[in-house]
């Protein structure tokens, strides 16, 4: 099994980083799993497909008519904001591309699994999450702090 | 997107069945989505792969260490038997093979969900759910009846 | 703590019997859970509230604003058809009355969670579930059944 | 109904502030609603009583086992960490006392769901939560900022 890496964010004016994130995850062989919505979490699963890439996207939903159009593989899970949790779970890394409280939720959620978190600056600052100053870098800390949480 | 055929079940005896279900959806082209977890999970995940097929695989658990050895995807969700609404949420169709109270939960969630249900006989006997003779039955109604949800 | 008894179901059709029970277990001394909402929900809390009996809802949505103007507490999931699970997990028994197939769902929880479930008759016939032919024997199995679930 | 006020947070360090709000908050007439375990929850719950105030508890686990003794109604949930989303979500209010990443995610959600957050100091410090010095300076905030979610 490939490794999963999380991109969590929102915000249309972090699009291009997140977009880029994805591609770079893509290149280094990690499937993305993103919230599966718009934003952030298309322009993840759209870098991603660009470099030929796997995409899951885990829906808040009861059914996928809002998923974006770079999924590979949708979960529709049908618990709201619930479904925030099991975004950050499915991840062996979680990075997070700008976003507001629902991002917060997932950082919590993130650190309270032992699942790493990187947040790509400008972003929420948390301790214990680790800053990344580009989506290079973000990458390359997800990337080396991945271990399947088995 | 491939369409999805959600899996359902539980019982030793019923893993050979369950197997050839996995096999034919891959055949058919379905990505095979379960729970994620052993007997009739597992033999349909293993089914599926033997034919080259997708498996997904969403466990209730914080941690992918559950996880049977035939998925390629693996959504962990924390959420516990709540994990059972995505499960058939996630299927354009669902098929179950025997099952006990935890399956009687996702067929009434797939129920209410208005996604269609396959019963693979001797199974649950549900008004609204279709009963299928054997896996192939099985399986040809479950493509038949696929519709994405959306 | 008082019992805690679980009542479960839909339709108009059994709001009056859903209302008997609601009050007999409040005679009994025992709070009854609910879904929160209409219909079967809404007569067990109004029952239960005719016979000074206390009550809590357990609401699918992000926000109180449906919820049955009988409850004394109510609690708001943002999960959607998980709040099931909660709804049953939380009785020490559970009553079904009437219902569809989130009824079933529920049951099928209550029982992989080894609540007791009574069916009011005629309601669905589900293996493991004690059947009942009033609302007195209803409450009756229930009390006799209800264990604390620690 | 009542005015409802989440009491979110954890370590042990803090019980004795959480002690105080749960007895100001049932003074001033709310109910305390807590993820119903230990430390703060516990807390939060005993200085409610203390005051004769009512006392709900939202459990992640299957059971009610894990229940501390000063909760007068238990919710047992099955959903692991996404109760979290119930607790604040059931409150008009959300009031954090210490906490780790847990009470992050809650602040998150609660923020999602424009639940307005105090934060007892020290606490976490997020933008759009309110900062209080003193129990009763969290507890004046709370119920002023209260409204019924509908």
Redesign the interface.
Known sequence: ?AI?VSVIGSGAEHEERAEAVGRLLAERGA?V?TGGLGEVMAAAARGAKSAGG?T?G?LPG????D?NPW????????????RN??VV??GDTVIAVGG??????????A???ARPVVVLEPGWE?E?ALPAATPEEAVEFAIAAAR???
Chains 1, 2, 3, 4 share one sequence.
């Open positions: 099994m999963q499937t799993v796997t899951i885990i009861e059914t996928r008519s998923a999924l590979d593989h949708v979960v529709v899970t049908g618990v709201g904001h619930a949790l099991a779970a499915s507001r409280y629902g991002t917060l939720a997932e950082i919590g959620f650190l309270t699994l948390v214990g399947p949480s088995s």
